[in-house]
């Protein structure tokens, strides 16, 4: 194993490119490598959210071992660490004892999310130990500036591997078709202005999910948010909750033969909404594309029983990540 322990600083937080910086190379008795980043002020109540990410990285220790990589970072940017380890230590148990001294150093969060499904059980089972929550998130922004940053360092590094080496990207399988006993009888693209589909959000909803309802306010008063209606005549409670467990995260058009309206959802998984080969729905598709892009990735999924527009089932506001 490796006996040389790098640590690393953050230099400037306005260039992300260039944020981190070798500040020493010392000789650590545990034999791992720790990153580790300078105290900042901070209160228990200032990051009650942590992003968590633990994988494999490109880099090598001296006896020829991969290291992985633990991250962590509060969701508001205040706290900071990373340490390496090889990986026949790379468990449950290891992560554990590392975040425990992280909290110990900083505060104990409220949660912690992770995006990356490789790592999930394994972190899951560390703050189990714990007693921290855990949520599976793809939405961990401040997480992956972070990755992308560390990953303009390895190749400064010794024992880098020059493999090919992406730190955010996950592997998708293809797309499934929604179980039959989910699926809406028809379903249409929409559009709303900005202060419907507000006002929309604080109606009553059965089955609602609005925790990116700050994004509408970075829109124009005057664009269009374009979505997707599925109407469920019976089933569209079924479907409504269906959906929530699946957690969705963002709607888009693909084209082929037939063309289809695709729902990332969860941390990787994808479902076929709908499928259409209409050349007047196709223009229907091209122009909730243009909308998403004009209102910053920023759409919506609505579930309703029929198109009377007296009940809604269901209501997401979803985001191109």
């Given amino acids: 194993m490796a006996t040389v322990c790098l640590a690393l600083a953050i230099a400037n937080r306005a260039t992300p490119a260039r944020a981190w910086q070798v500040v020493s190379t010392l000789k650590d008795p545990t034999d791992v490598r720790v990153f580790g980043v300078p105290e900042v002020s901070r209160s228990p109540q200032s990051s009650p959210t942590w992003q968590v990410d633990f994988y494999r990285c490109p880099l090598t220790d001296e006896s020829g071992q991969v290291l992985w990589a633990l991250v962590a970072c509060s969701s508001d940017g205040t706290f900071e660490k990373v340490a390496l380890c090889p990986q026949h230590q790379a468990d449950s148990k290891w992560i554990g004892d590392r975040l425990q001294q992280w909290f110990r150093e900083s505060s104990i969060p409220a949660s912690v999310q992770?995006?990356?499904?490789?790592?999930?059980?394994?972190?899951?089972?560390?703050?189990?130990?714990?007693?921290?929550?855990?949520?599976?998130?793809?939405?961990?922004?401040?997480?992956?500036?972070?990755?992308?940053?560390?990953?303009?360092?390895?190749?400064?590094?010794?024992?880098?591997?020059?493999?090919?080496?992406?730190?955010?990207?996950?592997?998708?399988?293809?797309?499934e078709a929604i179980p039959e006993e989910f699926q809406g009888d028809r379903w249409q693209f929409a559009a709303l202005s900005r202060s419907d589909l507000l006002a929309l959000s604080e109606r009553v909803i059965p089955v609602k999910d609005c925790a990116l309802l700050a994004n509408l306010l970075s829109i124009a008063p005057d664009a269009?948010?374009?979505?997707?209606?599925?109407?469920?005549?019976?089933?569209?409670?079924?479907?409504?909750?269906?959906?929530?467990?699946?957690?969705?995260?963002?709607?888009?058009?693909?084209?082929?033969?037939?063309?289809?309206?695709?729902?990332?959802?969860?941390?990787?998984?994808?479902?076929?909404?709908?499928?259409?080969?209409?050349?007047?729905?196709?223009?229907?598709?091209?122009?909730?594309?243009?909308?998403?892009?004009?209102?910053n990735g920023t759409h919506f999924l609505l579930v309703m029983p029929d198109d009377s527009g007296t009940t809604t089932t269901g209501l997401w506001i979803l985001a191109d990540e």
Wanted: a neutral charge.
């Fill in 114 to 175: 992770v995006f990356r499904p490789q790592s999930l059980a394994m972190i899951t089972q560390a703050c189990e130990r714990l007693s921290v929550a855990v949520n599976p998130t793809r939405r961990t922004s401040i997480l992956k500036q972070r990755l992308q940053v560390q990953a303009q360092l390895y190749p400064q590094l010794e024992g880098y591997t020059q493999e090919a080496y992406d730190p955010i990207t996950i592997e998708s399988a293809p797309p």
């Fill in 224 to 295: 269009s948010v374009p979505g997707v209606i599925v109407y469920g005549d019976r089933r569209s409670l079924a479907l409504a909750q269906w959906l929530q467990a699946a957690k969705p995260i963002s709607l888009a058009f693909v084209s082929g033969d037939p063309h289809g309206i695709i729902l990332e959802a969860g941390l990787s998984d994808r479902w076929v909404m709908a499928t259409f080969t209409d050349t007047t729905v196709l223009e229907a598709a091209s122009k909730f594309e243009h909308r998403k892009t004009a209102a």
